[in-house]
């Protein structure tokens, strides 16, 4: 089974930064897409930004947070600047695509959430 591990949320002020980290574990052979959610409360949980064959954002994002990742570590990064407010919430780590042999099924798993939450 593949766990993930979220770290690097916090608090931090407006127009601050902060970097998550998140590592997956386990007998994995490979991870089609690595990328992060986010759920704030009363709202539904939405895509962030996601890397694989591409690299996406949400619209909201674009400019201020980058996605990056080191395959060899199965390890996926979010570089988050010039925080806002809004961008308070719980921040989920998810991999697409995971398999365990070449040949064998296609999961997807999620992190448990790190908080960031964005205050003066």
């Known amino acids: 089974q593949v766990q993930l591990v979220e770290s690097g949320g916090g608090l931090v002020q407006p127009g601050g930064s902060l970097r998550l980290s998140c590592a997956a574990s386990?007998?994995?052979?490979?991870?089609?897409?690595m990328g992060w959610y986010r759920q704030a409360p009363g709202k539904q949980r939405e895509l962030v930004a996601a890397?694989?064959?591409?690299?996406n954002y949400a619209d909201s994002v674009k400019g201020r947070f980058t996605i990056s990742r080191d395959n060899a570590k199965n390890t996926v990064y979010l570089q988050m600047n010039s925080l806002k407010p809004e961008d308070t919430a719980v921040y989920y780590c998810?991999?697409?695509?995971?398999?365990?042999?070449?040949?064998?099924?296609?999961?997807?798993?999620w992190g448990q959430g790190t908080q960031v939450t964005v205050s003066s």
């Open positions: 998810n991999a697409n695509g995971v398999k365990y042999r070449a040949a064998g099924p296609a999961y997807q798993r």
């Open positions: 386990g007998s994995i052979f490979s991870i089609a897409d």
């Open positions: 890397i694989g064959a591409t690299t």
